[in-house]
């Protein structure tokens, strides 16, 4: 049982925990686990959170959490709980530690075994342990010599500042692995197969003899959510809407009417709603205002384009994946911080939907890695769950600025480069995600013997498993520069290419 304090990676706790084949729940940080503590909960997990523990407002888990008898592992705010319990004291230190940390183990723990000596572990934290209580002992110290990792001497409680459940934390899967299945003894059940056939049962007695109507954008989420859908009903009660926003990437509309066939279905719809986009987007530069308006038009628009096409009784489908719900501040609670809003979570239409109980959303307990994994054992080819992520909102969001014509030409002609040289260069597959951002930023340049004043697109190229954290792709610079010159040669007013070496954190892997 993961207790959830509203921390961007709670979910890919348990996420993690599934790759050992264990089942996990998500309950809020603050509930009363006395009635939720049974024969089946081998152990419990306490989560990271933005809070500070050491704050009168601060979330704090249950009393009887410290008498449960279960084995119990604080991450991050979690260890700072079970430390301030004990009388220890957390405190926002001068020296803050963020990304990639070394960690020295100093004693020999059941929660480190087949680990080395000394690893590289990723933290994303404020506050720090000053003192540790009576009942403490220190297990493990960062590169700073700060409290890394602690245990009980009484309890079989221990805490880690770092965060395991984070891809980029070396040997954090085999810490997690020692505490779920040695430690807890945690019984190897779960299963992606198993999870798509429970999928498809939930939703034929959910849906009954209704028809379902998915909103495909055509990137691997919908996609994959379309192939699911049509292996749990007869493709004639399945629609398909497909809406050309006119933010797609170059020749987007005419692969996903090809990849849905591909699929069986027979109901495609496809609207052509490029001109009610553009206008409503006419002049509008704020990130989130964008995302507002792009969600508010989509669902218009589909209402509108359903009432005249579909059946009238009928379910609405989304790919909705759970880094949307997250970083749209959706976590179990009500502690989660929004990062940025998802056009296909917070829509004011799509959550009058939710509230009567006719959205379906199979994938939102998924990370996009498993919705790969799920996709091939869908049956689907490599050529289409290995595309790279696309946003929702299109690249609208990838246009620093008000989005025009001439600014969606520039992006898409820069994007259509940048993908075919990966792929030709054998780089393509080797990324997660690679993407261009035009910036509001013009720059002096000389084309011939004349001045041009030109863009600045920006490239973006990261390493990923779930999109929860990300790691700058280390790109051949021969590659690059060949890359970045044919987008300036080619691509008429970008007169000034430049390559982004963020992390996430404290960067997201999109711009907006």
Known sequence: MILDFGGQTTQLIGRRIRDFEVYSEIVPGD?????????????????????????????????????????????????????????????????????????????????????????????????????????????????????????????????????????????????????????????????????????????????????????????????????????????????????????????????????????????????????????????????????????????????????RRLPQDYYLAQGTLYTDVIESGGGVGDKAHVIKSHHNVGAPLVQAKRRAGELLEPLASLYKDEVRKLGSILGMGDDVISRHPFPGPGLAVRILSDVTEEKLRMLREADDIYASELKNRGLYNRVWQAFCVLLPLRSVGVAGDAREYGYVLALRAVLSEDGMTADVFDFPMGDLLEIATKITNTVRGVGRVVYDVSSKPPATIEWE
């Open 31 to 307: 509930c009363d686990i006395k009635g939720l503590i049974d024969g089946d909960v081998k152990g419990i997990i306490l989560s990271g959170s933005p809070d500070s523990a050491w704050t009168v407002e601060a979330p704090t888990p249950d009393a009887t959490l410290l008498d449960c008898g279960l084995p119990v592992l604080g991450i991050c705010y979690g260890f700072h709980q079970l430390v301030l319990k004990d009388g220890g004291e957390v405190r926002a230190l001068a020296h803050r530690e963020y990304g990639r940390t070394p960690v020295s183990v100093l004693l020999e723990d059941p929660l480190f075994d087949g680990l080395p000596g000394e690893f590289m572990s990723w933290m994303s934290h404020g506050d720090s342990v000053l003192r540790l209580g009576g009942g403490y002992e220190k297990i493990g110290i960062s590169r700073n010599g700060a409290v890394a990792a602690a245990r009980s001497r009484n309890r079989q409680f221990w805490g880690v500042q770092f965060h395991p459940e984070v891809s980029h934390c070396e040997y954090g899967l085999k810490l997690l692995e020692n505490f779920v299945c040695g430690i807890c003894r945690a019984g190897r059940e779960w299963s992606l197969e198993n999870f798509a056939e429970r999928e498809r049962l939930k939703l034929q007695e959910r849906v009954g003899d209704r028809n379902v109507l998915l909103l495909v954008s055509g990137g691997v989420d919908s996609t994959v959510a379309a192939a699911l859908l049509l292996k749990s009903f007869r493709a004639d009660r399945v629609w398909l809407m497909y809406i050309d926003t006119g933010l797609m990437r170059k020749d987007e509309s005419e692969e996903v009417e090809g990849i849905l066939r591909s699929l069986g279905a027979r109901n495609i719809l496809l609207v052509d709603a490029r001109e009610r986009f553009l206008e409503r987007l006419a002049g509008v530069a704020d990130p989130e205002e964008k995302r507002q308006v792009i969600g508010d038009v989509f669902i218009e628009v589909q209402s509108r384009e359903a009432q």
